[in-house]
């Protein structure tokens, strides 16, 4: 600190207990006055009680000529943090003008807000965090923290939930793990085992199965697939682009406004700054250009004359039959439908952003920006206005594995309408036209994996429930093109596969099949119309001959 002269500035005290002993400690002659630098440590007056409390200089800047300081009080919570003007600091252990006590009497006055000193919680702490969306608590990471409206909030991830559940959490909500935050409606102690659940590390847990129980490939596969465990990286998305920010992304953008739909995001999408930024995002839904403000996408659609996707329409529903206006069923869809091939090296804007999109509802999703080597299938209803996306499915141009599908995404306000099974059918009925079975490539989604396996089930029972005697697993393979592995897994699960001298064999009488089918819930479904495709497998570049 350092010192400079305003005779008279510094006479005239208050009274206050504390005046003479300021003076004495640094003010010689009486006159001096202390200029402040950042990072001393000060006894201020605060202004929310009217008493010394030690502090220390985060920022100064000057005001109508006069020197202001934004103080940081070290007993107390960041959220009273406050700019004070020079005559309500003095030196550590000297108390300012105007106190209303001796500092070192006051008591420790770590948080008003809650009457006890307030815990400070790092990143990658665990946590215990009530959520919004059941007011219980949770076992919880850490994984980013903001200051807003003077008060610490975090971004928290729910060990025992999806990430799509992630939010930002106040002060109060969070408590150190292993104890009840304020307000909870139980306590966590109480609350199941659910980490294996996360990670799929310790499936052997006494809260999980049977510890006795020999894990096997087939059982840890068996349980990850229950419990909708994710798979390592390694497991699919082979050749995309990774994030290189880690896997643990704070959701950036909260609300993405799309054609009359206004939808709430689940995960982080890297979309670029200053758009990244931003609390809602405007996104056309015919080029899927995306806006900070509705004014910019208003003015880019009046501009707009071509109101499709950048591709081939290969595919048109079947118009309903004659006489019969409001027939709806089997291929025949309300409103009409129309599927587009994009290729992703001719239209690369345009599926980029795509893939930004998705990555909004997606959670691992690895592919962006390198989208030369696949092609999109992009499903869309079709009105008088034009061309609305719905979903969409992506699928590599040369696979050397049977991959038949990359990425699969309905849109959240188009779900539960049958899109997800009619894009997977697509998908198969691609691969029939190939003349090879096909496979999505892995890891799976939670609501993926939900989806395959629902239409695998009906797919293979209607299948069983028309054949007559024995069947192999090949025919079977044959007749839909699903892959073998995915038939044994799908049998196995329903009971209708045997294991047999090294061979699964299918046993399934019609009452069985029926059974099963009656299972299934009656859903509304969009069927393909072969009849409607027009669409011929990609012929390969011939291979060019050496000089």
């Known amino acids: 600190m350092a010192l400079d002269e305003d005779a008279g500035r510094r006479g005239g005290g208050s009274g206050a207990a504390g005046t003479s002993t300021s003076r004495g400690n640094g003010a010689p002659n009486g006159g001096a006055r202390y200029q402040f630098e950042i990072g001393n440590k000060v006894s201020c007056i605060t202004s929310f009680d009217g008493t010394a409390h030690p ?26 943090d406050e700019w004070a003007s020079h005559d309500k600091l003095a030196p550590y252990n000297a108390t300012p003008r105007h106190s209303l006590g001796r500092h070192d009497t006051l008591p420790n006055l770590g948080s008003l807000a809650s009457g006890t000193p307030q815990l400070q919680f790092e990143i990658g702490n665990k946590v215990s965090c009530i959520t919004s969306f059941d007011g219980t608590a949770h076992p919880a990471e850490v994984l980013e923290k903001k200051t807003e409206r003077c008060a610490t909030v975090y971004y928290v991830h729910y060990l025992d939930c999806d990430k799509r559940l992630d939010e930002w959490a106040s002060h109060d909500k969070l408590a150190p793990y292993n104890a009840t935050p304020r307000h909870s409606l139980g306590r966590h102690d109480t609350l199941p085992n659910l980490g294996s659940l996360a990670s799929g590390s310790d499936l052997l847990s006494p809260n999980g199965v049977d510890a006795n129980m020999k894990v096997t490939r087939r059982f840890k596969r068996k349980f990850e697939e229950a419990n909708h465990v994710v798979a390592d990286d390694h497991g699919g998305d082979g050749g995309h682009e990774k994030d290189g920010h880690g896997a643990n992304r704070v959701k950036n953008v909260q609300v993405v406004e799309f054609g009359r739909f206004e939808m709430d995001t689940w995960y982080y999408s890297p979309y670029p700054d200053p758009y990244a930024l931003q609390h809602k995002l405007y996104v056309c839904e015919y080029t899927l250009k995306y806006f900070r403000k509705k004014r910019t996408l208003i003015r880019h659609l009046a501009k707009l004359d071509i109101r499709h996707p950048p591709g081939d329409e290969i595919y048109r529903s079947p118009p309903p039959p004659l006489g019969q206006p409001n027939y709806v069923g089997g291929a025949v869809a309300s409103p ?140 079977v393979s044959d007749a839909t093109m699903i892959r073998p592995q995915d038939i044994v897994d799908t049998l196995q699960s329903l009971g209708m596969i045997k294991y047999w001298k090294g061979s699964h064999l299918i046993h399934a009488d019609p009452k069985t099949v029926q059974e099963h089918l009656a299972k299934i819930p009656s859903q509304l479904g969009i069927d393909v119309d072969p009849a409607c495709l027009h669409w011929q497998p990609l012929q390969a570049a011939p291979a060019r001959k050496r000089p």
Not at 55 to 64: D, I, P, W
Not at 437 to 451: H, I, N
């Open 55 to 80: 502090a220390e200089v985060l920022e100064k800047k000057t005001e109508r000529c006069a020197t202001v300081y934004y103080v940081h009080y070290l007993d107390c919570d960041k959220r009273l």
């Open 336 to 475: 009409p439908i129309s599927v587009f091939e994009v290729d992703g090296k001719k239209a690369k804007v345009y599926c980029q952003n795509l893939c930004l999109l998705s990555k909004l509802f997606l959670d691992h999703k690895t592919l962006y920006y390198d989208v030369d080597p696949f092609l999109f299938y992009v499903l869309c209803e079709r009105d008088a206005a034009g061309y609305h996306l719905v979903g969409y499915f992506s699928k590599e141009k040369a696979c050397m594995e049977e991959y038949n599908l990359a990425c699969i995404l309905t849109l959240p306000c188009y779900q539960r309408r049958g899109y997800g099974k009619l894009l997977i059918a697509f998908a198969y009925e691609l691969s029939r036209r190939e003349g090879r079975v096909g496979t999505p490539e892995r890891p799976l989604s939670d609501l993926g994996l939900v989806s395959f396996r629902s239409y695998w089930t009906r797919v293979l029972l209607e299948q069983l429930r028309s054949v007559k005697g024995d069947v192999s697993i090949k025919e």
